[in-house]
């Protein structure tokens, strides 16, 4: 079975700062596909950066990058020039090749204070 | 395109009693998921369903819960003689036909609070 892994609960940063939020994964699938998600309190589920496993090459989406270490099962999302509107849970998640079904982490809480 | 819609966006039951969540997928999505979140936790996946077939109900408890996607009208998911800890937020996600490497989408969820 696989498991995703958040083990930071909070983390905080100052407006235009950049922060690197942390996830690692366990699966012995070569193929699947990892996301992160923001939920902010709306509760909405917004899609950040999707990352294919067969990529080498890191996703970016303006602000938003990965670092997708796939030996070491890590994958991370930085976030540069951090705004007030980045405040939210941010949600690392799995996804099997040939599913379209989501493992999630715990999810961290990021804070953007002014 | 409206989205992924669910209703209603908060519900209050009391022990016993009967709750109903539906959602209505994107325009052109034939694929619907249900997710659970408990409070601080992260979701969790229940069950994945197409039009009038359960594919996947793996995450979801064996009694009282059922999850419903008929030909015409939304996906159902049915909580009988609810309980306390049945108080979470449920998200519907909904997918186009082709199965695998999709983004799903998620509605607003809906916000079960049992007394």
């Known amino acids: 079975a696989q498991t995703v892994t958040q083990s930071q609960p909070e983390m905080s940063v100052q407006e235009a700062e950049t922060v690197t939020l942390s996830c690692t994964y366990d699966t012995s699938e070569s193929n699947y596909y990892l996301f992160w998600y923001k939920q902010p309190p709306s509760r909405q589920m917004i899609l950040v950066i999707r990352?294919?496993?067969?990529?080498?090459q890191n996703a970016t989406e303006n602000r938003f990058s990965v670092n997708f270490q796939k030996a070491a099962k890590s994958f991370s999302l930085k976030i540069s020039d951090s705004q007030l509107g980045d405040t939210a849970m941010y949600f690392c998640a799995f996804m099997k090749q040939g599913t379209d079904k989501l493992i999630f982490g715990t999810g961290t809480r990021l804070q953007v204070f002014p | 395109n409206a989205g992924v819609m669910q209703n209603p966006r908060h519900l209050v039951r009391r022990r016993g009693q009967e709750a109903r969540l539906r959602c209505s997928p994107m325009?052109?999505?034939?694929?619907v998921y249900w997710y659970r979140q408990l409070p601080e936790e992260g979701l969790k996946f229940m069950v994945y369903l197409q039009k009038e077939n359960i594919i996947d109900e793996s995450g979801m408890p064996k009694e009282r819960f059922s999850a419903e996607f008929p030909k015409e009208g939304p996906s159902i998911l049915r909580i009988q003689q609810v309980v306390r800890g049945d108080s979470a937020a449920y998200f519907c996600?909904?997918?186009?036909?082709?199965?695998?490497?999709?983004?799903?989408?998620f509605g607003a969820g809906s916000r079960l609070t049992v007394l």
């Open positions: 990352q294919e496993a067969y990529k080498q």
């Open positions: 325009k052109g999505h034939s694929h």
């Open positions: 996600a909904s997918s186009p036909p082709r199965t695998g490497a999709n983004v799903l989408t």
